[in-house]
């Protein structure tokens, strides 16, 4: 089991920059792949970026690509999603998730992602 809390969430101007953070506790999270999603009021949970249990590996959704920038501290069982330039279609409630089953980083469906937390707010204005 692990649990997973996030942190960092705001309002930013778009444009600006935010930092979440995700801290986990439980069992061997530095096995786990761990990813961010978004969900827009009234739409779809989104996948957002992710990350290799090692942290070698990262995938990222196009639309953030070069913008967002995800890393792990394994070390403070602590998973990051650096947010530069975001936009006011970036409002949304972000979620941490995690999974031990050995997918790929580029396997970005929200079933393939065992633990979530309840998310933090990120609002962008314009």
């Known amino acids: 089991q692990v649990q997973l809390v996030e942190s960092g969430g705001g309002l930013v101007q778009a444009g600006g920059s935010l930092k979440l953070s995700c801290a986990a506790s439980?069992?061997?999270?530095?096995?786990?792949?761990t990813g961010w999603f978004r969900q827009a009021p009234g739409k779809e949970r989104k996948f957002v970026a992710a990350?290799?249990?090692?942290?070698?590996?990262?995938y990222y959704e196009g639309s953030v690509k070069g913008r967002f920038t995800i890393d792990r501290d394994n070390a403070k069982n602590t998973v990051f999603l650096q947010m530069n330039s975001p936009t006011p279609e970036g409002t949304a409630v972000y979620y941490c998730?995690?999974?031990?089953?050995?997918?790929?980083?580029?396997?970005?469906?929200?079933?393939?992602?065992?633990?979530w937390g309840q998310g933090t707010q990120v609002t962008v204005s314009s």
């Open positions: 998730a995690a999974d031990g089953r050995g997918y790929s980083v580029a396997y970005t469906p929200a079933a393939g992602f065992a633990y």
């Open positions: 439980g069992r061997a999270f530095d096995r786990y792949r």
């Open positions: 990350i290799s249990w090692s942290g070698a590996s990262t």
